[in-house]
């Protein structure tokens, strides 16, 4: 038996089914009642948000996200931007609690925030296009007013402080200048130090600290200016971060990440704890506990703060947008950033640090955190870091929310302020794009918004029902698009209408068929929550793709002696394109038939799943037959749904006739003959003498490659003198065997 393959190529049909949308709507309400968490392969399926990690891909405007897994009312904010100037990189709160100063970079400048006052912002236009709010011309948020105060020469401003008689120091990029500055921006040299980086300003008591880099140095000064002394002096390059507490002083150092206690006659300093990290960019105290920002580094955006610092190879003070990258997307980013937490008992004493146990209460990959603040004395603090602009709130452990997302890619400093006893604000400042931010607690006669991630759904899709676990108010809305930003292509906001059914609110969306979708969440009262949601749609189906169907003749070894069971595999690549569940029709036909000539393989109304089918041939007429394969993806889609493709095979042959062998000749030791095959090819010939083991004869020509093939083989020594019984076997390329039996006489 063999297969013989012919060169016309696969024929390929395919066809489409295409249903109404009132079916695919009843297929989503259908959904609601399967359990929460089920993703379909096919057809219908859903974008689920379920805990923090899911939430926190979107957007947050005055809403919190917590880390239990839902939105809540978070902090209001006001915002204002620094057009002329690359980056807000740092701040420092006025000795009085009521204003900020801001420090940015090309050019070195600082601007004074005075969150008490209000900027009306310009009356905003009537509402046009997708990204409008649909607000009818209404007036958008007070702006943060802010002021530019002086220019400094230098490239970034990169620290910041207030003396107690009013002035502000403040320390640029490249050089060890410190600028003093009065309350009219007038600019004097304060003071100069033999460094290249000053990377903080801190005044403890009668003193200023200043942490340098990059010899790893802190230099303790008068308050004019006078009399710098080394205070401390590691192996670390930078001193990042300094923190003066119950009378010491704690130093956080790059790029290994040391907390080190400085220790009067000491310049080695007392270590504390040795993070695994490569800095420690910030140090704060909350409630009775210390809190440390570490960050771990695999790679870098450099900034064009490089060349300025090019012995600076592994601090976060470095990981801004590329000079010139005008791209704010957001770019993942080698880092891993971890806020530790360490109790130094009733009365703050910085040597528990060295030995009570560090609690890692935040950890974030792909980001490193930029600043930690104590938003109250309770224990809550805020963080801020370099990923989508993200502030995080955190109280413990367990109960960390995102409370701020700035427009911009990196939030670069955090400022607490304190207008009243009640009224807590925060100044945040803003990367890659220059900003400053005012957070404060909500103010609902604007809401809170939450936006999610832009959801794609590989495929155009219609979008139906929404299923949201929470409680209000709020009010939903849903746009649709072509694109994974939004742009003038995509539909204006349009509400969706929820009402409460049993534990769930459930409404429909009524936005274009388009791939990409957003929702948005605004929640209207302090007690409204948004703890989980599922969105139901049905991308527009694509039909399988069979690609290939390969025919196989029986499988055998040339030393069986048994013939192999006669069937033929069928195999056959294909894929869904679109993640459906597939199921398989395979059917054989003479080559020479028609379409009403198919035979269905397997059992009646048998699924194939599998890409193979093994088809047995014993009761089959010897020919030339082909097979086709359809692929189907019924099961994702249903019957009506459904779409097809179909390939046709290579012709092959049956073939269950066995060889015959002819013309056997004996020349003493030397034997030849002919093997003859009607249906196929001589696949070997094989002897055996006096039934001992059989043995490969050789073809004539070299090759066994036709249906006749001449043979000879030599006897072995082991066969002497006399008669002896010859068996010679034959097998085809099905498997088949035929034999001849001979006695012969040696001499």
């Known amino acids: 038996m063999a297969l013989i393959f012919h060169t016309p190529s696969p024929r390929r049909s395919s066809?489409?089914?295409?249903?109404?949308?009132?079916?695919?709507?009843?297929?989503?309400?259908?959904?609601?009642?399967?359990?929460?968490?089920?993703?379909?392969?096919?057809?219908?399926?859903?974008?689920?948000?379920?805990?923090?990690?899911?939430?926190?891909?979107?957007?947050?405007?005055?809403?919190?996200?917590?880390?239990?897994?839902?939105?809540?009312?978070?902090?209001?904010?006001?915002?204002?931007?620094?057009?002329?100037?690359?980056?807000?990189?740092?701040?420092?709160?006025?000795?009085?609690?009521?204003?900020?100063?801001?420090?940015?970079?090309?050019?070195?400048?600082?601007?004074?925030?005075?969150?008490?006052?209000?900027?009306?912002?310009?009356?905003?236009?009537?509402?046009?296009?997708?990204?409008?709010?649909?607000?009818?011309?209404?007036?958008?948020?007070?702006?943060?007013?802010?002021?530019?105060?002086?220019?400094?020469?230098?490239?970034?401003?990169?620290?910041?402080?207030?003396?107690?008689?009013?002035?502000?120091?403040?320390?640029?990029?490249?050089?060890?200048?410190?600028?003093?500055?009065?309350?009219?921006?007038?600019?004097?040299?304060?003071?100069?130090?033999?460094?290249?980086?000053?990377?903080?300003?801190?005044?403890?008591?009668?003193?200023?600290?200043?942490?340098?880099?990059?010899?790893?140095?802190?230099?303790?000064?008068?308050?004019?200016?006078?009399?710098?002394?080394?205070?401390?002096?590691?192996?670390?390059?930078?001193?990042?971060?300094?923190?003066?507490?119950?009378?010491?002083?704690?130093?956080?150092?790059?790029?290994?990440?040391?907390?080190?206690?400085?220790?009067?006659?000491?310049?080695?300093?007392?270590?504390?704890?040795?993070?695994?990290?490569?800095?420690?960019?910030?140090?704060?105290?909350?409630?009775?506990?210390?809190?440390?920002?570490?960050?771990?580094?695999?790679?870098?955006?450099?900034?064009?703060?490089?060349?300025?610092?090019?012995?600076?190879?592994?601090?976060?003070?470095?990981?801004?947008?590329?000079?010139?990258?005008?791209?704010?997307?957001?770019?993942?980013?080698?880092?891993?950033?971890?806020?530790?937490?360490?109790?130094?008992?009733?009365?703050?004493?910085?040597?528990?640090?060295?030995?009570?146990?560090?609690?890692?209460?935040?950890?974030?990959?792909?980001?490193?955190?930029t600043s930690v603040v104590a938003a109250d004395m309770a224990g809550t603090a805020l963080v801020s870091s370099s990923y989508k602009g993200k502030v995080y709130r955190v109280r413990g452990r367990r109960d960390v929310a995102t409370v701020a997302d700035l427009e911009e890619r990196q939030a670069t400093s955090l400022c607490p302020i304190s207008m009243s006893q009640k009224d807590k604000r925060v100044i945040a400042t803003a990367g890659d794009g220059a900003a400053v931010y005012e957070l404060a607690p909500a103010d609902l006669r604007v809401p809170a918004i939450y936006r999610s991630e832009i959801f794609d759904a590989e495929q155009p899709a219609r979008y139906g029902a929404l299923r949201v676990r929470g409680r209000g108010p709020f009010v939903v809305r849903a746009r649709s698009g072509p694109s994974d930003e939004p742009d003038e292509r995509w539909s204006e906001w349009r509400e969706v209408k929820v009402k409460r059914e049993t534990d769930a609110l459930l409404g429909r969306l009524n936005v274009p068929v388009r791939r990409f979708l957003q929702l948005e969440f605004a929640l209207e009262d302090p007690v409204a929550e948004l703890r989980e949601f599922t969105q139901f749609y049905a991308p527009e189906n694509l039909p399988p793709l069979v690609k290939s169907v390969a025919v196989s003749p029986p499988s055998f070894d040339a030393e069986d002696d048994d013939e192999p069971k006669p069937r033929v595999t069928i195999k056959w690549k294909a894929d869904a394109r679109d993640d459906d569940d597939l199921i398989y029709r395979v059917q054989v036909r003479p080559e020479a038939g028609d379409d009403k000539q198919w035979i269905e393989l397997g059992e009646p109304g048998e699924l194939v799943t599998k890409k193979e089918y093994k088809w047995e041939i014993d009761s089959v007429p010897d020919g030339t037959y082909v097979a086709a394969v359809t692929a189907s993806d019924e099961p994702s889609n249903g019957t009506r749904h459904a779409l097809t493709d179909q390939v046709v095979s290579h012709p092959f042959t049956i073939d269950r006739k066995r060889p015959t062998i002819e013309g056997v000749r004996v020349n003493k030791r030397e034997i030849s003959g002919t093997a003859r095959d009607v249906g196929s090819y001589v696949h070997d010939v094989m002897f055996s003498v006096d039934n001992g083991p059989f043995r490969a004869a050789s073809p004539q020509d070299g090759l066994y490659d036709s249906n006749a093939e001449g043979f000879e083989l030599t006897l072995p020594d082991s066969v002497g003198a006399g008669r002896h019984t010859l068996i010679i076997r034959a097998r085809d390329l099905f498997g088949n065997l035929g034999s001849a039996a001979q006695i012969i006489d040696i001499e």
């Open 15 to 369: 066809r489409r089914s295409l249903g109404s949308a009132s079916a695919l709507a009843l297929a989503a309400l259908a959904l609601l009642l399967v359990p929460q968490g089920d993703a379909r392969a096919g057809g219908t399926r859903s974008h689920e948000v379920q805990d923090f990690d899911d939430f926190d891909l979107g957007e947050a405007d005055g809403a919190a996200i917590e880390n239990s897994g839902k939105v809540t009312v978070g902090f209001s904010t006001r915002r204002s931007e620094l057009a002329k100037t690359t980056s807000a990189f740092t701040c420092a709160t006025a000795r009085k609690g009521d204003e900020v100063y801001v420090g940015t970079a090309d050019p070195a400048a600082i601007y004074r925030v005075s969150p008490g006052k209000t900027k009306r912002p310009r009356r905003k236009p009537a509402a046009r296009g997708p990204n409008a709010d649909d607000d009818g011309g209404a007036p958008g948020k007070d702006e943060l007013p802010l002021e530019k105060l002086a220019e400094l020469p230098g490239v970034v401003v990169s620290a910041m402080t207030q003396l107690p008689s009013g002035e502000l120091l403040a320390a640029t990029l490249p050089g060890g200048v410190i600028h003093k500055i009065d309350r009219k921006g007038a600019v004097s040299e304060f003071a100069k130090l033999d460094v290249k980086q000053i990377w903080t300003l801190v005044v403890d008591g009668s003193r200023l600290l200043v942490g340098t880099g990059p010899e790893g140095e802190l230099y303790s000064l008068t308050l004019a200016g006078k009399d710098p002394k080394v205070i401390l002096d590691v192996d670390e390059k930078n001193i990042l971060s300094v923190l003066p507490i119950g009378g010491e002083i704690l130093a956080g150092t790059s790029p290994r990440a040391k907390l080190l206690q400085v220790k009067p006659g000491d310049l080695d300093g007392t270590l504390i704890h040795d993070f695994e990290g490569d800095e420690i960019r910030s140090l704060a105290v909350t409630g009775d506990g210390l809190l440390a920002a570490v960050n771990t580094f695999e790679g870098r955006g450099l900034s064009s703060l490089v060349a300025l610092t090019k012995n600076l190879q592994r601090t976060s003070l470095v990981g801004q947008a590329p000079e010139g990258d005008t791209n704010k997307s957001d770019r993942s980013i080698k880092a891993k950033a971890k806020l530790y937490r360490v109790g130094l008992g009733t009365r703050p004493d910085p040597s528990r640090a060295a030995e009570a146990t560090w609690e890692v209460w935040l950890s974030k990959s792909d980001q490193y955190f």
